[in-house]
Nanobody, 125 residues
Framework: QVQLVESGGGLVQAGDSLRLSCAAS????????MGWFRQAPGKEREFVAV????????YYGDSVKGRFTISRVNAKNTVYLQMDSLKPEDTAVYYC??????????????????WGQGTQVTVSS
């Protein structure tokens, strides 16, 4: 069982940056593939980024590629999402997700086993 707690959301202006954090419980954090997803009102949950367990390879959704960076510090049981050049269309609730079984990764929310409660990011124009 893994518990995930996101933090770092807030209200910013277009062009600003934010860094989201996701703290995980448990002693096997390094064995989990970690993803970030987001959901805007009236829309489906959207894949943002993933960092694959062990090897640390990263993948991004097309809408954030080149602007967002996912990283992890296994010693701190934490995964980060650095968001630069934010746009109003990035406004959403951002969720952290974890899976111990993905080989190697997936952009589908249903493939992740554990989720955080989400943190709101609002980007004003």
């Amino acid at each position: 069982q893994v518990q995930l707690v996101e933090s770092g959301g807030g209200l910013v202006q277009a062009g600003d940056s934010l860094r989201l954090s996701c703290a995980a419980s448990g002693r096997t954090f390094s064995s989990y593939t970690m993803g970030w997803f987001r959901q805007a009102p009236g829309k489906e949950r959207e894949f943002v980024a993933v960092i694959v367990r062990t090897i640390g390879t990263t993948y991004y959704g097309d809408s954030v590629k080149g602007r967002f960076t996912i990283s992890r510090v296994n010693a701190k049981n934490t995964v980060y999402l650095q968001m630069d050049s934010l746009k109003p269309e990035d406004t959403a609730v951002y969720y952290c997700a974890a899976s111990p079984r993905l080989r190697p990764w997936s952009p589908r929310p249903d493939d992740y086993d554990y989720w955080g409660q989400g943190t709101q990011v609002t980007v004003s124009s």
